[in-house]
């Protein structure tokens, strides 16, 4: 999965530069954009309903 | 200064509920030491370790979990009670939705079975929708394996609902087998008397 730029600066300030392998940034990358919308669908069903798009 | 190892299987066994992140703080006291070896008392726990030279029993220590493999934790002995400031915290990065990332920590595990020691970073996010996660990423030649703490109840649900997906995405990603491990996370208590 490529990264993009946002991703890359992403990993960048958490720290896991360019001497992390580059299968384990993209497991990375995956995962949290797995947790970012597991969050966004937890989010979205504890708004009240005229909140919800 | 030289690590303490723990046999995992044991601790796990007298306390299951102990949080083992890497970079967690945890209180033990040295009840007895005999040669190189000793007792130690960690979380209730009374466990047979490696104990460095300048350890006596009755010594309270503060360790840090330097490493977690499926067999043994790896504890490194903080050198003196920790002062504010003196652990500095992780990095932590906002995200546009409202939540944060904070890398806990990157570190080589023990070699396993086939002699190939995985790649490890272990990361937390806070969201506002499933709260604290951490998230523990490992990749070898044959396997990436992700393991997501999450709070007990609707956070782990959905995640267990989206596991699959999860699964697939880290197998296309990193070009390997992919395994996920979903957990309860335990109560975020950082220091264990």
Redesign the interface.
């Known amino acids: 999965?490529p990264e993009n730029p946002d991703q890359g600066e992403?990993l960048a300030?958490?720290?896991?530069g360019a001497d992390?392998?580059a299968?384990?940034r993209?497991?990375?990358?995956?995962?949290?954009?797995?947790?970012?919308?597991?969050?966004?669908?937890?989010?979205?069903?504890?708004a009240p309903p005229r909140d919800r798009v | 200064m030289r690590p303490l190892a723990v046999d995992l299987v044991l601790l796990r066994g007298q306390a299951p509920d102990l949080p083992l992140a890497v970079g967690r703080i945890l209180a033990a006291r040295v009840i007895e030491r005999h040669g190189e070896q000793g007792i130690i008392n960690l979380a209730g726990a009374l466990l047979t370790a490696e104990l460095p030279d300048e350890v006596q029993a009755g010594d309270r220590l503060r360790l840090v979990v330097r490493e977690t493999t499926a067999d043994r934790v790896v504890l490194q002995m903080m050198q003196s009670p920790p002062q504010p400031g003196m652990v500095p915290p992780p990095v932590e990065v906002p995200l546009p939705n409202g939540g944060r990332i904070a890398l806990l920590g990157r570190e080589q595990s023990a070699r396993g079975e086939d002699g190939e020691a995985a790649k490890v970073v272990t990361l937390r996010y806070e969201g506002p929708g499933v709260g604290t996660v951490e998230l523990r990423v490992a990749l070898d030649a044959a396997l990436v394996h992700v393991r997501a703490a999450l709070a007990e109840g609707a956070p782990l649900t959905r995640a267990r609902e989206g596991s699959s997906a999860l699964r697939a995405a880290l197998a296309a990603a990193a070009g390997r087998t992919a395994e996920v491990e979903l957990v309860a996370r335990p109560d975020p208590l950082d220091v264990y008397a």
């Open positions: 999965m992403l300030r958490l720290g896991l992390v392998p299968p384990l993209a497991a990375v990358v995956a995962a949290l954009r797995w947790i970012e919308q597991i969050d966004r669908e937890a989010a979205h069903s504890q």
